[in-house]
């Protein structure tokens, strides 16, 4: 793979995700959010040593499957042994999750092991800032958030990692654990042996702080004064509840939103709000984790109450775990096969259509795109080019606005020019996973009902 010289493409191009692992190379960096793009940056360019640990620079996914999984013959969908579809039996805590309550589930039972020393997962620091921290007991389990889907920056996992002898769990987005195992098999490899497992969350996007900016205006929320955030929560889908507290009286208020059908929601979170390497991105369903947990986005779990999640378990160690959360009664699985996970994510996200097409577009016009091919390269059917060309017009000229603050100006472009596609979106929800049309004309088989009546 051919490295670049140093940080500097990553921050002219904004396609930083706040690893921090280039912090563990060079002391003297530090993660700033930027002012005009609002999302986490590294202060200066560096070396080529912090450069080649970057997943924004690029990601040698055959080098770090064969070293983590001693496989060089990966599928599609990476290493899989088992896939799930999976609930929490406690109730409570399926709710309160974002999905089915599976990590809380397989933290406190792992947490539970004498040979685990402790789990390193994100909780919640202040206002937006959330960080991740050592856990030493499954009592602590439940004070976690859910998923938080702003961007962030967490050297602390790496760091938590490196100063605790011992072994431990690690909870992790993607492009969090390409950061760090590069910088693992560069730099430590030893430390590989601290990890019991990785607990990975598929993931599809984060957004910029623009994003919350601009719900703060269209709902009159303070977005100075956010004391906490939860974006899931109360249900499969979950509201966006942002609490404030009054510099004042230190009273606090929240402030509910709901994420599937309030318009200012629709716009601020809004896929140009996303980092630009969400784009390029083509390891969601987290290739290097042992096992992964994302929502199940089904027609058959459509009416779930809680929350169903997805997994992908891709060691016989992480598929002995699920069965034993079942066999205790912690959990209720159900297997099933790949074609879950590609019907969940859709062939763009779990192949990389989309992401494959738009790098080559990037490459082409001579910017920045991290070098990237996942075991699904085989598998993707990059989308037409003209589609990319016309998403990446619009998407800078959106990044342009947003950098300006005009946040107004793009709810009246949903509410006006873009209207149409935004309803197509609810009309195809409805078509797939109501009405199962797919199915209903043979294009795949849904999992027995009977089977999925164990699910609340
Ligand atoms: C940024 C992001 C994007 C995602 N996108 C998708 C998607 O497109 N499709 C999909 O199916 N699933 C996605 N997920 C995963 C999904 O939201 C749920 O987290 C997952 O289904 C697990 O559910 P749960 O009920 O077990 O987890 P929860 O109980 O919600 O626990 C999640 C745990 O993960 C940790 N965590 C939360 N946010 C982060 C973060 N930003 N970085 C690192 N650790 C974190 C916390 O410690 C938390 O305890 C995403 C998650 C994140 C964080
Ligand atoms: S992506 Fe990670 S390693 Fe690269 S610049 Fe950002 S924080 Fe540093
Ligand atoms: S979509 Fe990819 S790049 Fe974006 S936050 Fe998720 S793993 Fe990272």
């Known amino acids: 793979m051919t490295r670049r010289l140093d940080l500097q493409p990553v921050i002219d191009s904004g396609m930083c995700i706040g690893c921090g692992v ?26 080529a040593e912090a450069a080649a640990v970057c997943p924004a620079i690029g990601v040698d996914f055959p080098a770090l499957h064969e ?48 040979d685990v020393d402790g789990a390193i997962a994100l909780t919640h620091v202040d206002g937006l800032d959330f960080q991740p921290v050592l856990l030493n007991h499954p009592d602590e389990v439940d004070t976690l958030p859910g998923s938080i889907y702003h961007a962030l920056s967490q050297p602390q996992a790496l760091e938590l990692l490196r100063s605790n002898e011992g072994r431990f769990v690690l909870v992790a987005i993607p ?23 990785t607990i990975g969350l598929l993931c599809g996007w984060q957004f910029n702080h623009h994003a919350l900016r601009a719900i703060c205006q269209f709902k009159g ?45 629709q716009v601020a979170f809004d896929r140009s709000f996303n980092l630009p390497r969400c784009h390029v991105c083509i390891d969601h369903s987290n ?61 763009r996200i779990a192949f990389g259509d989309f992401a494959y097409a738009y790098a080559d577009h990037r490459r082409a016009l001579g910017l920045h795109t991290p070098e990237m091919t996942g075991p699904n390269r085989v598998a993707a059917s990059p989308v037409d080019p003209d589609e990319v060309k016309r ?52 294009g795949r088989k849904e999992p027995d009902r009977g089977d999925m009546a164990r699910f609340r």
């Open 287 to 347: 290739f290097l984790a042992d096992v992964v947990v994302g929502d199940a986005w089904l027609p058959s779990t459509v009416t779930s109450r809680t929350g169903v999640s997805l997994i992908v378990s891709r060691t016989p160690e992480a598929t002995a775990l699920l069965h034993d959360l079942d066999a205790g009664g912690r959990v209720t699985t159900l297997t099933v096969t790949t074609d879950e996970v590609r019907e969940s994510q859709k062939e």
């Open 221 to 265: 929320i303070d977005f100075d004064a956010i004391s906490d955030i939860a974006y899931r929560g109360g249900g499969p889908i979950g509201k966006l509840r942002i609490t404030t507290r009054d510099p004042d009286t230190a009273d606090h208020e929240e402030h509910t939103i709901g994420r599937r059908v309030d318009f200012g929601y």
């Open 175 to 197: 492009c969090q654990l390409e950061g760090i195992y590069q910088w693992i098999r560069a730099h430590e490899p030893s430390l590989r042996d601290r990890i019991h497992t």
């Open 391 to 442: 998403f990446h017009a619009e998407f800078e000229r959106k990044r342009e606005l947003q950098a300006a603050r005009r946040y107004r100006f793009l709810w009246w472009r949903k509410a006006t020019v873009e209207l149409r596609r935004h309803i197509g979106r609810y009309v195809n929800w409805a078509l797939v996973r109501v009405l199962k049309v797919k199915s209903l004309f043979g």
């Open 22 to 47: 280039c912090l563990h190379v060079d002391d003297t960096l530090e993660l700033t959010l930027d002012a005009t793009t609002q999302a986490v940056t590294p202060s200066h360019a560096s070396t």
């Open 67 to 114: 070293w983590l999984f001693e496989a060089t013959d990966v599928g599609p969908f990476g290493v899989v042994d088992e896939v799930f579809l999976a609930q929490s039996t406690d109730a409570d805590r399926n709710l309160s999750a974002s999905s089915g309550g599976l990590i809380k589930e397989m933290l406190i039972e792992l947490l539970g092991r004498p």
